[in-house]
Structure formats: C-alpha cells, structure tokens
C-alpha cells in the first residue's frame, strides 16, 4: 500500500532563509508524486509533480523538488522565502495503475519577519 | 473556464441528519473523485466517478455515496450524520485519457459540521 510521511508538522524559517520541506513515500511500483499547497479556508493548488523523466522538478511560485528513488523521498525546496509562502503543505503519491492521491498528513510552513 | 465549483461553501447539521454536496467539474473533464480533510490532517480519498459509475472507492463506509450526472456534475450524500463527518470535502475532476496521468484539479471544498 502506498503511503506519505512528512517530516515535521510545522516549519519556521526567516524570510528570505532557504524553505526545506521533507517527503518521504512508499510504493511497491513507480509512483507519480506531487506537492500542494492549500492557504487558509481555500483548495488546493498544485506547485509541482513528478511523473516520468527529469528528476528535479520545478512548480510554480519558484519552488522544486527532487525525486530520489534511492532514498525514496520528494522533498520540496525554495532557496528564498517570501511572506507569502505561509501555507500548508500536503506530499501525496498516486500510483501509476490508478488516479487515487494519497496525501500526507501536511507540514505548515511558517514565515519569520 | 470557471474551475472546479463546489456548493454550497458553508453547511451546519446535525447527527443523524443527511446532506448532499454538489461538484461541477472543470470544462473538458469527465471524471470527478471526493476527498474528505479533517481539521489538521491531509485529505482522504472516498470515491471516484467516471461515466456515471463509481470507478474507486476508499476506506468509507456505505454512509457516503455518491452520483455522477450525464453533464458530469457529481454529488456527494452521506447519510446518518456524525459528528466525526465535521470536515472539509473537496472535489476534484480530472480528464481520462490515453495519457498515464490524469492531473486533478481541485475545488475551493464545501466545509461541512456536524453538530
């Protein structure tokens, strides 16, 4: 069975310091990864996926992950923050025989003045 | 293109009451798939529909069900209320195709509590 962890239910940094947000998944055949981002009393927006090919992946709002098949992780990165990056955000996996997202539990990302 | 839409926003109710959530997907998509997110947690799959049949299901119980319309419109009803069923539902549709992925786009949610 697929699954999500994600590594720290919040996150802090100071704006302009270097966003990290960890993944780390299960899945017994390649799996499609994807990083949301759901601001508050509001869906969700996808930033980036990882389907085939390239394994370091660029979304929107200059955010990346990188697909480590190794270490099984997707972590999403952004070398600067910016206020407006205060969010919570969901990793999931979805398995390549269906559409169902599996998500994770979510990290909210706090950011210092 | 007016997105996924999701009504109504807002909904109260009580135990044991039933209610109805209604989906329209995004222009061109076919399929529509309901997840429930709790306070705090990451959203949860229920159902997929695709051609007026449900196609997926997740760990629910028969309590939720769901309809898919000719125009593609979905509901979601769950019956029996409880106050454990307080959470955001979110719709998503997507397009199903010749291509492995199907990317879905998700609606603003409906945020229902059980009283």
């Known amino acids: 069975a697929q699954s999500v962890t994600q590594l720290g239910s919040h996150v802090s940094v100071s704006e302009g310091a270097l966003v990290l947000l960890r993944c780390n998944y299960s899945?017994?055949?390649?799996?499609?990864l994807f990083w949301y981002v759901q601001y508050p009393n509001q869906g969700l927006q996808l930033l980036l996926k990882?389907?085939?090919?390239?394994?370091l992946v660029k979304g929107i709002n200059g955010f990346e992950a990188e697909f480590k098949k190794s270490e099984t992780s997707f972590h999403l990165t952004k070398p600067s923050a910016h206020m407006s990056d205060a969010a919570e955000y969901f990793c999931?996996?979805?398995?390549?025989?269906?559409?169902?997202?599996?998500f994770g539990k979510g990290t909210r990302l706090h950011i210092l003045p | 293109d007016a997105g996924v839409t999701q009504s109504p926003t807002h909904l109260i109710k009580t135990r044991g009451q039933q209610v109805t959530l209604r989906c329209s997907p995004k222009?061109?998509?076919?399929?529509v798939s309901w997840y429930q997110q709790a306070l705090g947690q990451g959203p949860q799959f229920i159902f997929q529909?695709?051609?007026?049949?449900?196609?997926q299901r997740g760990n629910f119980p028969d309590r939720f069900s769901g309809h898919q319309f000719p125009n593609y419109s979905s509901e979601l009803n769950v019956n029996a209320l409880l106050l454990g069923d307080s959470a955001l539902y979110l719709c998503?549709?997507?397009?199903?195709?010749?291509?492995?992925?199907?990317?879905?786009?998700f609606g603003p949610g409906t945020r229902l509590t059980v009283l």
């Open positions: 998503a549709s997507s397009l199903t195709g010749d291509s492995p992925y199907n990317e879905q786009f």
């Open positions: 899945s017994s055949v390649p799996p499609y």
């Open positions: 990882y389907t085939t090919g390239a394994t």
């Open positions: 999931a996996v979805s398995d390549r025989e269906d559409d169902k997202i599996i």
């Open positions: 222009s061109g998509h076919d399929t």
């Open positions: 529909y695709y051609e007026e049949e449900e196609r």
